[in-house]
């Protein structure tokens, strides 16, 4: 119940086309959902996040899309760049239950290769 | 603002050696502190977290311990490595409040050779 499923695991855009990747949970007890960028040999960079209190949240080409009902999440990347290459993590955590919550239980990344 | 280090960035030693790994956080107070390990190709995987001084939880069972001597000192540590121990090492903080996010350091490229 703790899982994060993302897909896929990796993924070929051509430059100007849109990325997607998708994550669904089932912990309904999850209310942040961050994604994460990493670069080789760098650590995982907050990228954006989403409160599921609203069903989609953007900044720049990123959005995320929320949906509550399928315990579904996803990030659009718009007129991808060779620059975006890099492995993406989705990721969620719980409302506070205690010493130690806020745990945050990652997917298992996505790797975009984005091709001139 | 809040920045994180880790230290060293890359590390080769010897099956059956000594580890310590050191992360630091400056800019915030009694942030909540975690270690993750990365395998190559892989997800994060949560080996320790802690809320505060002395407190540590461990995730996973292993050859490895954590420590926090320090409101923002977190140092990982093994007696005797093992040729497993071998990954991609994550030092993350988040604030001690509310569901914020967690931040990564660069990491420790760590090889047992």
């Known amino acids: 119940q703790q899982q994060v499923k993302q897909s896929p695991q990796s993924l070929i855009v051509q430059k100007g086309g849109i990325s997607i990747i998708n994550c669904a949970y089932e912990?309904?007890?999850?209310?942040?959902f961050p994604w994460y960028q990493q670069f080789p040999g760098k650590g995982p960079a907050l990228l954006i996040a989403?409160?599921?209190?609203?069903s989609e949240k953007k900044e720049g080409r990123f959005t995320i899309s929320f949906n509550k009902s399928a315990k579904q999440f996803s990030l659009h990347i718009m007129d991808s760049q060779p620059g975006d290459s890099a492995t993406y993590f989705c990721?969620?955590?719980?409302?506070?239950?205690?010493?130690?919550?806020?745990?945050?239980?990652f997917g298992k990344g996505t790797k975009l290769s984005v091709i001139p | 603002s809040q920045t994180i280090h880790q230290w060293p960035a890359t590390l080769v030693q010897p099956v059956g050696s000594p580890l310590s790994l050191e992360c630091t956080v400056e800019?915030?107070?009694?942030?909540?502190l975690y270690w993750y390990r990365q395998a190559a190709g892989r997800g994060l995987q949560l080996l320790f977290y802690s809320v505060g001084i002395g407190q540590i939880s461990s995730e996973v069972p292993q050859n490895l311990s954590a420590s926090r001597p320090q409101d923002r000192q977190f140092i990982l540590s093994s007696k005797k490595l093992l040729l497993s121990d071998s990954g991609f090492y994550l030092c993350a903080w988040r604030q001690g409040f509310g569901n914020q996010p967690q931040h990564f350091g660069d990491g420790t490229r760590l090889s047992i050779l």
């Open positions: 912990n309904t007890a999850f209310d942040y």
């Open positions: 990721a969620a955590s719980p409302t506070y239950s205690g010493a130690g919550s806020y745990q945050l239980t």
């Open positions: 989403i409160r599921p209190d609203v």
């Open positions: 800019g915030t107070s009694n942030p909540n």
